[in-house]
């Protein structure tokens, strides 16, 4: 847990020098590594993470080379999402302090998304989708984010609980333990 905390941290820390750059990056990893960060916002109450959630999800719609991308894209992102948030929770969220300080000041804010998808990142570079699409659709504000996201997270852990409370239980044996045994005792 600690371990996935710390890397996600050094994607937030380098977010800006990695995350954008396709030669180091696919289109997956960066859509996951967003995503990452965007859990992590959430699960501390980041003062900008709609405005990041909206910039990160634009990013996502705007690279995709095509419909399956760009739903493999947002699977990743959401998955990311969905891990960083139960790692933040798992650990009391003792984190939360510098990912905070670091997420409030990422130069993805410096970004600016234009009402067709068309984004002028901080870098000056622009990112133009293929097809055109209302931004303002992308994302909407939801106060409840985090109640929705911990409700989940919650119903998640109680249904693998049932799970594991009904599954058929595996023997256990004495690692000495083989049907063959008898077979090789003098």
Do not use: W
């Not at 905390?5 to 977010?15: A, P």
């Not at 948030?85 to 009391?92: E, K, Q, T, V, Y």
Request: glycine fraction near 4%.
């Amino acid at each position: 847990m600690k371990k996935t905390i710390v890397l996600s941290l050094t994607c937030l820390l380098m977010l800006p020098a990695v995350a954008f750059s396709a030669e180091k990056m696919s289109y997956t990893d960066e859509a996951s590594a967003l995503g990452s960060i965007s859990g992590q916002g959430l699960a501390c109450h980041a003062k900008k993470y709609h405005q990041y959630e909206l910039l990160a999800r634009a990013i996502v719609k705007s690279k995709a080379v095509s419909d399956k991308a760009e739903e493999d894209g947002f699977y990743a992102f959401n998955d990311g999402k969905a891990n960083a948030f139960m790692d933040i929770l798992n650990n009391n969220f003792s984190e939360c302090e510098e990912i905070n300080y670091s997420f409030n000041r990422q130069k993805i804010f410096k970004s600016v998304l234009y009402s067709d998808g068309k984004i002028k990142m901080f870098d000056g570079t622009v990112i133009t989708p293929r097809q055109p699409y209302n931004a303002a659709d992308l994302y909407k504000k939801d106060p409840e984010a985090y109640l929705k996201a911990e409700a989940a997270y919650k119903q998640a852990i109680s249904n693998a609980e049932k799970n594991a409370a009904t599954k058929e239980k595996i023997p256990l044996r004495d690692s000495n333990y083989s049907r063959f045994a008898n077979q090789f005792e003098n």
